[in-house]
């Protein structure tokens, strides 16, 4: 069992993420004890973190990869089924990462082997993002229903407290619903991580599980904020220069390309938006305001309609 033990001098650097100064003070201690050895996560002790190894894994990723970063949820409440599950040739699923409600983390596989975890999937002209990604669990319910007064996760069917319950609408749907949501320690714990692979491997993007198979999942879903988790962990800084405003109904798609899907309805005119990244005629870009009903929207816009 391993999680982050600093104890009361960690407890006070995470109290204050408001403060930027204390924020990149706490990374730097972190990242300087955390340790990435031969592609296995070493804790703060030195030591491997806790290593189940999965059969569900392919081989070493070629080269330039991985990537990317992909998030996602268990769809249960539990660590243990997720740790049984990975380990079962059946599962034919697996991860690099599972960490825990407690901050607990779990290793599957080094990260410079492929793992299961993003099935059908595409993302920048990408198709199955296994081969290009590292995946990280967060253990969380995900989409949650009501039963007899309680809600539960929809897959275990284990009771989550009401203050453990978010309702919100999803980017990807059109109506609310219930999520389970993350610990304080299991976010801080994904962002220590996730800061160390983005600058050990030179990932260059952190993404949703719904981010590249849209249709068929919902993790991390709304309970998880992807751009302040991305900005904590690319040190990705809002930059006035790259900041433009669409100058027609502007389709906002999956991938730089118009064979890519819409990722939702077409961004009105005078939308702002910061490109993170051009491709081609394309621009990845950050949508900086709520768009039909949504926040964080992300996607693949051609650049002509874009002026500053
Ligand atoms: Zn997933």
Avoid at 75 to 80: D, K, P
Avoid at 220 to 245: D, Q
Wanted: aromatic share 10%; proline share 4%.
């Amino acid at each position: 069992m391993h999680s982050l033990h600093l104890g009361l001098d960690y407890e006070l650097l995470t109290t204050d993420y408001s403060n930027p100064a204390c924020f990149r003070l706490f990374l730097l201690i972190i990242n300087f004890l955390m340790k990435i050895v031969k592609h296995i996560l070493h804790g703060n002790d030195g030591k491997p973190v806790n290593f189940v190894a999965t059969p569900n894994r392919g081989g070493v990723f070629g080269a330039g990869f991985p990537k990317y970063l992909i998030m996602h949820y268990t769809a249960a409440t539990t660590a243990q089924s997720a740790i049984s599950w990975f380990a079962n040739n059946k599962a034919k699923a697996s991860a690099h990462l599972l960490i825990g409600r407690d901050g607990t983390i779990t290793q599957f596989a080094p990260f410079n082997i492929i793992t299961w975890h993003a099935g059908e999937s595409q993302w920048s002209g990408l198709i199955g993002l296994n081969k290009f990604s590292i995946g990280i669990e967060l253990v969380n319910g995900g989409r949650l229903q009501k039963t007899a007064g309680h809600w539960v996760c929809s897959v275990d069917k284990k009771v989550v407290p009401d203050n453990e319950v978010l309702i919100a609408k999803h980017k990807n749907e059109q109506a609310d619903a219930a999520w389970h949501t993350y610990t304080e320690i299991q976010l801080d714990v994904s962002v220590e991580i996730t800061s160390l692979l983005v600058k050990t491997y030179g990932l260059a993007d952190i993404l949703g599980h719904e981010d590249i198979s849209p249709f068929r999942k919902s993790d991390p879903g709304p309970a998880f904020s992807m751009s302040s988790f991305r900005s904590k962990c690319m040190g990705r800084k809002e930059n006035t220069l790259n900041v433009f405003t669409t100058s027609a109904d502007v389709n906002i798609r999956s991938g730089a390309g118009t064979q890519f899907i819409p990722v939702t309805e077409m961004l009105p005119p005078g939308t702002k938006v910061q490109v993170l990244k051009r491709e081609g005629n394309w621009s990845f870009v950050e949508v900086l305001q709520k768009v039909h009903g949504l926040n964080d929207v992300e996607g693949w816009v051609f650049s002509k309609f874009l002026v500053s």
